[in-house]
């Protein structure tokens, strides 16, 4: 039973504090914790966003000039408990009506939470009251949420998966993996005074300017008989898995630096599948394609310029394709010579070469870009029964693969 005042505020004054994991105070109780307080009240059974929308419409209010005078410096963010007040404060006799629990409030404040503390010592956490309520007067007036507010909530859910990831992948918490990111950083400092990179370089035992998954373990288990309880085969895996993007197995010093030293592990988790794709894709692109030397990247750009320049024939749209295929198959044989592409690609200022008139350079591409480009098309005429003799090219594959299709490495299973 409360004790102090029977208002909204004094219940919370009054009431219990929730306590974070580094021991610094948070919140009180809140009302939906209580079950004295129980009530059944406008949105009951709705999710806290709908319920807090709904007060607001029915009692029409506005929750940013209620909130405002907690914010006496006008930043436009304050601390959680004073957060916590100010919307007490905007909500009044309805604040118990409202029945918000403490997992309800941390779903509403981790959206607009700034920086969060990484380490013991540092400041906590200040709350963005001023977006928080934009976005809430929004969605009770429009009953639609904002861009903003989504990109916010997406985020969140982003992290939430996460964390639950790490869990059921490695069997790892976050404040487990902080302490051993932060282990692995002092590890490495110690053994070299002169920064990670040194470090690396001497665990480095092949000396080929990479790290092996076993040469980490070898060294952060392996090679310390005092490591911390929290420094164990599942964030060692941790580790190598975020660092070796391309899954090669061959960790550069600059990757496995990132992940250690990164701010917050949930973030960079969520980021992850963005990166590993990005990675591996980057591989896929730098791989070498034919005889010449050239990467999967060079042909595929030598396909977007000729791709480019040829529809623009007959004036583009659906008469481009016969438009090409007629100024390509001059002679009606279905077939062109190479050396009458490449000429093609002279004219259209694709190949480089200096202009005549002007003296100036044009295009950007080589000989060897073009002829690569015609080796994979010989290959798709191959795979589909048409004669190749590394000579003529024949007109249908080529429009085929090159102007129509989006990815003619691909096209051609390479």
């Known amino acids: 039973?409360?004790?102090?005042?029977?208002?909204?505020?004094?219940?919370?004054?009054?009431?219990?504090?929730?306590?974070?994991?580094?021991?610094?105070?948070?919140?009180?109780?809140?009302?939906?914790?209580?079950?004295?307080?129980?009530?059944?009240?406008?949105?009951?059974?709705?999710?806290?966003?709908?319920?807090?929308?709904?007060?607001?419409?029915?009692?029409?209010?506005?929750?940013?000039?209620?909130?405002?005078?907690?914010?006496?410096?006008?930043?436009?963010?304050?601390?959680?408990?004073?957060?916590?007040?100010?919307?007490?404060?905007?909500?009044?006799?309805?604040?118990?009506?409202?029945?918000?629990?403490?997992?309800?409030?941390?779903?509403?404040?981790?959206?607009?939470?700034?920086?969060?503390?990484?380490?013991?010592?540092?400041p906590g956490s200040f709350v963005q009251w001023s977006s928080f309520s934009n976005d809430l007067q929004l969605l009770a007036d429009t009953k639609r949420p904002t861009e903003d507010f989504l990109q916010r909530l997406m985020k969140v859910e982003a992290r939430e998966k996460a964390s639950q990831a790490l869990m059921e992948k490695y069997g790892v918490s976050e404040p487990?993996?902080?302490?051993?990111?932060?282990?692995?950083?002092?590890?490495?400092?110690?053994?070299?005074?002169?920064?990670?990179?040194?470090?690396?370089?001497?665990?480095?035992?092949?000396?080929?300017?990479?790290?092996?998954?076993?040469?980490?373990?070898?060294?952060?288990?392996?090679?310390?008989?005092?490591?911390?309880?929290?420094?164990?085969?599942?964030?060692?895996?941790?580790?190598?898995?975020?660092?070796?993007?391309?899954?090669?197995?061959?960790?550069?010093?600059?990757?496995?630096?990132?992940?250690?030293?990164?701010?917050?592990?949930?973030?960079?988790?969520?980021?992850?599948?963005?990166?590993?794709?990005?990675?591996?894709?980057t591989n896929i692109l730098g791989r070498k394609v034919g005889k010449r030397g050239l990467t999967a990247q060079d042909i595929l750009d030598c396909q977007s310029k000729i791709k480019e320049k040829l529809r623009n024939l007959g004036g583009g749209g659906n008469n481009a394709v016969a438009a090409i295929k007629s100024y390509l198959d001059k002679d009606g044989s279905g077939s062109v010579n190479r050396e009458e592409i490449k000429m093609m690609c002279v004219t259209f200022d694709i190949i480089r070469h200096k202009d005549k008139k002007t003296g100036m350079m044009k295009g950007d591409l080589s000989v060897a870009h073009v002829d690569t480009l015609l080796d994979v098309v010989d290959k798709i005429s191959k795979d589909v029964g048409v004669q190749v003799d590394g000579v003529r090219v024949d007109v249908d594959v080529f429009v085929k693969s090159v102007i129509q299709g989006k990815d003619v490495l691909d096209f051609a299973g390479l």
């Open 176 to 281: 487990e993996l902080k302490l051993a990111f932060a282990y692995f950083v002092e590890r490495v400092t110690t053994y070299s005074k002169r920064g990670l990179t040194d470090g690396f370089r001497r665990m480095d035992r092949d000396h080929k300017g990479t790290l092996s998954g076993e040469e980490l373990k070898a060294f952060f288990i392996d090679g310390a008989a005092d490591a911390p309880w929290f420094v164990h085969e599942r964030t060692i895996n941790v580790l190598v898995d975020w660092a070796d993007l391309n899954e090669d197995d061959q960790i550069d010093y600059n990757e496995i630096s990132a992940v250690m030293q990164c701010e917050d592990v949930l973030e960079f988790a969520a980021l992850l599948p963005k990166k590993r794709a990005e990675s591996q894709k």
């Open 1 to 122: 039973r409360l004790t102090a005042s029977s208002s909204p505020l004094g219940a919370v004054m009054s009431a219990p504090h929730i306590i974070n994991s580094q021991g610094r105070d948070i919140i009180n109780a809140l009302p939906g914790d209580m079950s004295a307080l129980a009530s059944i009240g406008l949105g009951e059974g709705l999710p806290i966003w709908e319920r807090m929308a709904v007060i607001i419409r029915t009692r029409r209010f506005n929750v940013r000039d209620l909130m405002a005078g907690f914010d006496r410096n006008n930043y436009g963010f304050i601390d959680l408990p004073t957060f916590q007040r100010a919307l007490c404060n905007a909500f009044g006799n309805q604040w118990v009506e409202l029945a918000m629990t403490t997992q309800e409030f941390r779903e509403i404040t981790e959206p607009y939470l700034t920086r969060k503390p990484q380490r013991d010592g540092e």
